[in-house]
């Protein structure tokens, strides 16, 4: 019995040192895809290397997989992001999704960053989770910022172009980076854009 007892134990620990061990190689293979990246400026890969530890932030990882968990379909998606697209007023879904926890703990890190001008949320279809402010779409699936993040569940980098952003005034770097579980799993993505003058 001890014996057994003391077996289960040991395969307990190992699995947490196993999937520790998960989560650190990953980040450590994203912080050498942003060592490596082109064209982009040492003090914005500084700065992103900095983002590194909300891809496994808890409040993130929790929403991303609660939406992932609603098992919506990709055309359930695209029927969202229509009407958010075409809506005029306000939608349930814009004051949801700008009120929820993911986007507080969004608040929370652009107090902390005033360079972070915007950022957003997303599961594994690239549908809005959370964001600090409404973005002009729901669905980021087809947008290269989610798509390179997200990378098919093996998580990457994004980098975008610089672009002048008329809702916050200023010019824009949009920085992609995975949303990871405790299992070294990518779950989502998040989106920052951020203000490359002012670093």
Excluded at 13 to 32: D, H, N, P
Excluded at 176 to 198: M, R
Aim: charged share 25%; aromatic share 8%; proline share 4%.
């Amino acid at each position: 019995m001890k014996i057994s007892s003391l077996f289960v134990l040991f395969m307990i620990a190992f699995s947490a040192v196993v999937i520790a061990a998960t989560v650190e190689e990953l980040t450590a293979t994203l912080a050498e895809q942003i060592d490596e990246a082109q064209g982009v400026e040492p003090n914005v890969k500084t700065f992103t290397k900095t983002l590194l530890p909300h891809c496994t932030n808890p409040v993130f990882v929790a929403a991303v997989g609660k939406q992932n968990a609603k098992g919506l379909s990709l055309d359930q998606i695209k029927q969202i992001d229509k009407e958010w697209v075409e809506a005029e007023d306000e939608l349930p879904i814009h004051s949801e999704l700008i009120k929820n926890a993911c986007a507080d703990e969004i608040r929370k890190i652009i107090k902390k960053n005033p360079i972070i001008r915007e950022a957003f949320v997303t599961d594994n279809q690239g549908a809005n989770v959370g964001q600090n402010d409404l973005t002009s779409d729901y669905w980021q699936g087809d947008e290269a910022k989610w798509q390179d993040a997200y990378n098919d569940g093996k998580g990457g980098v994004h980098y975008g172009k610089n672009k002048f952003d008329k809702s916050t005034n200023t010019v824009l770097q949009h920085i992609g980076l995975p949303i990871i579980n405790p299992d070294g799993e990518v779950i989502g993505a998040v989106c920052y854009g951020v203000a490359i003058d002012e670093l």
